[in-house]
């Protein structure tokens, strides 16, 4: 079992990229069901006023810290994570490893088109690699349902949920036990990414901790929900060492 460390009440785990994988591939050996989830600044400060956000972070199988804020942050906590845990790399390091076994992978989420052109570019780069299924995030309670007996008929070992937070947390939360799947993440915009349509920061940026400023000069647009990163830091310096 991996320690555990609080950031603003949220609980991570004290994980490498490598432990993370090789923890997520441990799910797939034991018995029921579980669901990572990926939070990054915005979605810790999400929780702060989102009481049922929190308490599902809080009952998560693995958390883990997607953004540098958040290793930053965890100085102030009682262990300090080594690195962030990007949830899209996760996922890509999950697929590379799991490409030559039996396990199987669902894309759920994104624009219409986009999960279907993730999967083939996927399958593509990782051969060998099982995509059972893809469906699109947009759907009414009728097309729900459709949806998640879609999921429990494939059955995959690992279900990519890219509803966006805190929509696809509460979703998994819902829905684990219904559609079956042994593992199930939130992966926020990556299938955006696989798909090829959004560009990730270059690898400097991302060296550097700065991947967050690559998408604020790409997408001005975002502004707004950046402001909270200000906001968070200054949350952070306020109230350290704070557990819950």
Known sequence: MSK???????PFDAVTMEQAVAKAKKMLTEEGQHFICTPNPEIVMEAQKDRELMNILKEA???VPDGIGVVWASKYSETRLTERVAGYDLTQNLMAELAATGETFYFFGGAPGVASTAARKMMKKYPGLKIVGVHNGYFDEKEEKK????IKT??????????GAPKQEKWIYDNI?????KVAIGVGGSFDVMAGNVKRAPKIFQKLGLEWFHRLITQPTRWRRMMRLPKFALTVLKTKGRKA
């Open 61 to 63: 199988d693995m958390v």
């Open 147 to 150: 949806i998640i007996q879609d």
């Open 177 to 181: 036990r219904l559609v079956g799947a």
């Open 154 to 163: 494939k059955s995959p070992s690992i279900l990519l949920v890219g509803l």
């Open 4 to 10: 555990k460390t609080h950031v603003l009440g949220v």
